[in-house]
């Protein structure tokens, strides 16, 4: 058996990995894999980086800021798989709710609407609102400047957004500290039932296939280490799909509710896994298809079209300076060559690209595919527009018109 350990956050979206390991995929593929529990995504990045495991459940975000050295030294990262599409929410204070739209139905429904409320509420809240984001390298902070932007909210002068690991954020509103959070389930759910917290915006209503979570590693122990990536990406291929059936939802969420796992209540974790969620206590629940996707419509195929657009946001926001070369570094995190390699042959259909215009499916395609029939899933932005990898300048500077 080979071991491997793989450092997580307490997230519904690390499901792929604690089912590789308890339903026997991994041994399947002579992998002893360990599961190294940690607080904050800094500390596993860091354990990454140095060393302490081989790979992580990752922000795709920050597996793009470590390779292009963004506050730190820089770290070439390997991102082969994608863990899942969608999972986060964005969730207000009670306070800050009441001003925006009194239907919390229209509030997830409409999120251009909600958005200028957003904007509108900003100058009649107490203070500068302050919400609450897991990393600055995250998809939901992302996501969240994407989506104020729009309403022409700066988010680094009108609103503050203050970092705190996911686990936290519940126990940071509670105490008056943020006025609201976005982050991955199950901790929105949480804040809900707990009575302290609306859902004001998901983030499958902002970017129906909104890159989330990624396997990540060191791109010389992924260069390295070939043969035992390609058995552990086959495991996790086989997890996903698992985890994608609605027939085990049940299962996967008494499995996650474990303290050594997620540690929450299994019926909260469900609740985003069938993507049916209250948006506030004792409130309707609300079909929200598609909230979370671990395997569907190539869910876990690092498309490269999908690091550059995180490249993009990163040149929006003055994080990275523009260039040729980090450009090329940011692509080449997603490797959607290891994940051809683990797994072709093996009845996966798969892209026979690996870039898209992001952003362009307002209905479900079938795909070309290298085996298999693949059909990819609408993938809109909230606002229609689309992002063309090979015109990024082009992208941005029609963003700055909004």
Not at 15 to 36: C, H, K, N, S, Y
């Amino acid at each position: 058996m080979t071991p491997l350990s793989i450092a997580f956050l307490p997230l519904t979206d690390s499901a792929p990995l604690i089912v590789a390991r308890e339903r026997g995929f991994a041994e399947a593929e002579d992998i002893a894999l360990t599961l190294v529990r940690d607080t904050s995504w800094a500390t596993v990045r860091d354990r990454l980086v140095y060393g302490q495991v081989q790979c992580a459940h990752m922000l795709a975000p920050l597996a793009v800021a470590v390779t292009l050295g963004l506050s730190q030294a820089p770290c070439p990262i390997a991102a082969p798989f994608k863990l899942n599409d969608n999972g986060n929410a964005l969730t207000l204070s009670s306070e800050l709710a009441a001003a925006l739209d009194p239907d919390p139905r229209r509030r997830v429904e409409d999120p251009v609407a909600t958005a200028h409320d957003f904007a509108n509420a900003i100058g009649l809240h107490r203070r500068k609102p302050v919400i609450g984001i897991v990393h600055r390298f995250s998809s939901h902070a992302l996501m969240l400047r994407y989506w104020l932007a729009y309403a022409g909210v700066n988010p680094d002068r009108d609103v503050t957004l203050r970092v705190l690991p996911p686990s936290l954020m519940v126990q940071a509103l509670r105490l008056g500290e943020i006025d609201g959070f976005i982050a991955g389930e199950p901790w929105s759910s949480v804040a809900v039932a707990e009575g302290i917290g609306e859902i004001a915006a998901a983030g499958v209503n902002i970017w129906q296939r909104g890159v989330e979570k990624v396997l990540a590693t060191r791109a010389d122990w992924a260069e390295a280490n070939g043969e035992q990536l390609g058995r552990l990406l086959r495991a996790l291929d086989r997890a996903a799909a698992w985890c994608d059936d609605p027939a085990n939802h049940a299962e996967l969420a008494a499995l996650l509710a474990r303290p050594d796992h997620v540690g929450q209540p299994a019926e909260l974790i469900l609740q985003a896994l069938a993507g049916r969620m209250p948006l506030t206590r004792g409130g309707d629940v609300v079909d929200l298809p598609d909230f979370t996707v671990f395997h569907r419509g190539a869910a876990n195929f690092p498309w490269r079209s999908q690091a550059l657009w995180i490249y993009s946001q990163f040149v929006r926001w003055g994080m990275v300076d523009p260039s040729a070369e980090a450009e090329r570094a940011a692509a080449g995190v997603f490797r959607s060559d290891l994940y051809r390699a683990a797994l072709a042959g093996h009845g996966v259909a798969m892209p026979g690209a690996s870039m898209k215009v992001e952003g362009a499916l307002a209905n479900p395609l079938a795909a070309a595919s290298h085996q298999g029939n693949l059909t990819l899933a609408p993938d809109r932005f909230f606002d229609g527009k689309s992002f063309d990898p090979q015109d990024i300048s082009g992208y941005l500077h029609a963003l700055q018109s909004i």
